[in-house]
């Protein structure tokens, strides 16, 4: 019912920026939350910054500093800038959203994830 579209992974030197975008679309009524996640291999998924509706952020403490999570409320669209990224920063990154979509007896609760996109970050 809500499909996100991400973008904006690749390769990139150590110490160097990435800016990811995820764009979220269908019957969606309400926005609770969006959030980023990573995946590296052979770790767990792992929440790296997180917004809610009310602009409240919280980022995993390995990332503070240097991500930030933001949001154009427009377009239905999460950003995560990246800066001074390390190789341990190489995972899937994963975009996640929580809200309300309408229905045809109203508005439901719903989540979605979006399909990842890679990170590397080189030495």
């Known amino acids: 019912q809500v499909q996100l579209v991400e973008s904006g992974g690749g390769l990139v030197q150590s110490g160097g920026s990435l800016r990811l975008s995820c764009a979220a679309s269908?019957?969606?009524?309400?926005?609770?939350?969006m959030a980023w996640y990573r995946q590296a291999p052979g770790k767990q998924r792992e929440l790296v910054a997180d917004?809610?509706?009310?602009?409240?952020?919280n980022y995993v403490d390995s990332v503070k500093g240097r991500f930030t999570i933001s949001r154009d409320n427009a377009k239905n669209t999460v950003y995560l800038q990246m800066n001074s990224l390390k190789p341990e920063d190489t995972a899937v990154y994963y975009c996640?959203?929580?809200?309300?979509?309408?229905?045809?007896?109203?508005?439901?609760?719903?989540?979605?994830w979006g399909q990842g996109t890679q990170v590397t970050v080189s030495s």
């Open positions: 269908g019957r969606i009524f309400s926005i609770d939350a």
């Open positions: 996640y959203f929580r809200g309300t979509i309408r229905y045809t007896m109203g508005v439901m609760t719903a989540t979605s």
């Open positions: 917004m809610t509706s009310g602009g409240s952020t």
